[in-house]
T-cell receptor
Framework: GAVVSQHPSWVICKSGTSVKIECRSL??????MFWYRQFPKQSLMLMATSNEGSKATYEQGVEKDKFLINHASLTLSTLTVTSAHPEDSSFYIC???????????????FGAGTRLSVL | AQRVTQPEKLLSVFKGAPVELKCNYS??????LFWYVQYSRQRLQLLLRHISRESIKGFTADLNKGETSFHLKKPFAQEEDSAMYYC????????????FGQGTTLQVKP
């Protein structure tokens, strides 16, 4: 149990286009999901906390209009990188925190990540 | 400020040797500490957390509030332990967000 699916795993796009990344909790419900960015050989940097039914909470320095987050259901959060540029190229990882009462640990379960390359 | 520090980027040991991956934290309160592991080409997964006081795959970690440390230890390293290890902190706020350390690559040589 507690599988988080992230799609796509790899995407290449042209500069100026928008890219949507999906994060799904396959067998549990998650009111709260998280989006991270990871640079090569560096740690995970939290970008934002995604809350079902309400606006995402962004970390300091993360552009809300650049990284649009939509948490439309208890099993799906999406991150859209708008007007992507080469400096947005990175590894994006999502995680989901299982809602109580599902027999799961109160921890974050991680997706496999999405590698974004902007040409 | 909340911060997690893993001072070693790379730790290389021989199989059978003891391992200690260091983690220090800065937090004004009583945080919850975790160790996550990422094996080659796999996703991040929980190794252990301090509130469980458990031993997973032979690894243990004790929270030392006086030294604000949560070092990960294993008495006898195995080659399959080679991976990236991240120490993480969760504060007492309801957001549930994690603050990660920089990560330590553990390389266990045969």
């Amino acid at each position: 149990g507690a599988v988080v699916s992230q799609h796509p795993s790899w995407v290449i796009c042209k500069s100026g286009t928008s890219v949507k990344i999906e994060c799904r909790s396959l067998d549990f419900q998650a009111t709260t999901m998280f989006w991270y960015r990871q640079f090569p050989k560096q740690s995970l940097m939290l970008m934002a906390t995604s809350n079902e039914g309400s606006k995402a909470t962004y970390e300091q320095g993360v552009e809300k209009d650049k990284f649009l987050i939509n948490h439309a259901s208890l099993t799906l959060s999406t991150l859209t990188v708008t007007s992507a540029h080469p400096e947005d190229s990175s590894f994006y990882i999502c995680s989901a925190a299982a809602d109580p009462g599902q027999g799961l640990k109160n921890i974050q379960y991680f997706g496999a990540g999405t590698r974004l390359s902007v040409l | 400020a909340q911060r997690v520090t893993q001072p070693e980027k790379l730790l290389s040991v021989f199989k059978g040797a003891p391992v200690e991956l260091k983690c220090n934290y800065s937090y004004s309160g009583s945080p919850e500490l975790f160790w996550y592991v990422q094996y080659s080409r796999q996703r991040l997964q929980l190794l252990l957390r301090h509130i469980s006081r458990e031993s997973i795959k032979g690894f243990t970690a004790d929270l030392n509030k006086g030294e604000t440390s949560f070092h990960l230890k294993k008495p006898f390293a195995q080659e399959e332990d080679s991976a990236m290890y991240y120490c993480a902190l969760k504060g007492l706020s309801n957001t549930g967000k994690l603050i990660f350390g920089q990560g330590t690559t553990l390389q266990v040589k045969p």
